[in-house]
């Protein structure tokens, strides 16, 4: 069973930027499509960001495109997620899981981490 530990969040003003990783264990992730989530205060998870597992295409929701960008390195079994011009909207915590990618992103592993706490200030 694949372990997911998300890191990298943290307390921003808008404006700046952070790096977020999420590391497998237990297992590779290598052959899976990877993808990034997001759970704003109050509301459910949502889908954010996918990769292919190459690494070769990525994919974002509308309200994340060219803010976002996702990556991973396969040797380190490891996905990313540079977050640039964070907006308090961006507030949220911010999870990885491997996806569905050719039809509704939706997680592949029914564990999920423990996420990384993302809080933009105005």
């Known amino acids: 069973q694949v372990q997911l530990v998300e890191s990298g969040g943290g307390s921003v003003q808008a404006g700046e930027s952070l790096q977020l990783s999420c590391v497998a264990s237990?297992?590779?992730?290598?052959?899976?499509?990877m993808g990034w989530f997001r759970q704003p205060p109050g509301k459910q998870r949502e889908w954010i960001a996918a990769?292919?597992?190459?690494?070769?295409?990525?994919y974002y929701e509308d309200s994340v495109q060219g803010r976002f960008t996702i990556s991973r390195d396969n040797d380190k079994n490891t996905v990313y997620l540079q977050i640039n011009s964070l907006k308090p909207e961006d507030t949220a915590v911010y999870y990885c899981?491997?996806?569905?990618?050719?039809?509704?992103?939706?997680?592949?592993?029914?564990?999920w981490g423990q996420g990384t706490q993302v809080t933009v200030s105005s």
């Open positions: 899981n491997a996806v569905h990618l050719y039809t509704d992103y939706s997680p592949v592993f029914d564990d």
């Open positions: 237990g297992g590779s992730i290598r052959n899976y499509p």
């Open positions: 990769i292919s597992w190459s690494g070769g295409s990525t």
